[in-house]
Nanobody
Framework: QVHFVESGGDLVQPGESLRLSCVAS????????IGWFRQAPGKEREGISC????????YYAPAVKGRFTISRDNAEGTVYLQMNSLKPEDTAVYYC???????????????????WGQGTQVTVSS
């Protein structure tokens, strides 16, 4: 069974940065498209970014485009989410998961499993 472990969340002030990490056990993360999702209190989980197995053609949701950068180190089996210029509305629990691949090779923000890790809490507040 695949277990994702997210880390790097913290309490920060608006405008600050964080880098989240995603690793997986029982699974070769390097061969899969990986996405980051987040769930704010009282809201549904939303997909915010994904990257294909080769680390190309990343996708960003409009709310984070230009501020967040997804990357991966397949040798280390880790996917990162660099988050800059954080805003209070970025406050959420962040999760990673495998996602789909479209016919063009682009990742698609469709989780491939119903199994989610614990997530990592990001709180942006002054």
């Amino acid at each position: 069974q695949v277990h994702f472990v997210e880390s790097g969340g913290d309490l920060v002030q608006p405008g600050e940065s964080l880098r989240l990490s995603c690793v997986a056990s029982g699974f070769s993360l390097g061969g899969a498209a990986i996405g980051w999702f987040r769930q704010a209190p009282g809201k549904e989980r939303e997909g915010i970014s994904c990257i294909n197995s080769h680390g190309k053609f990343p996708y960003y949701a409009p709310a984070v485009k230009g501020r967040f950068t997804i990357s991966r180190d397949n040798a280390e089996g880790t996917v990162y989410l660099q988050m800059n210029s954080l805003k209070p509305e970025d406050t959420a629990v962040y999760y990673c998961a495998t996602v789909g691949i479209g016919s063009s090779g682009l990742c698609v923000m469709t989780p491939q499993s119903n199994s989610w890790g614990q997530g990592t809490q990001v709180t942006v507040s002054s």
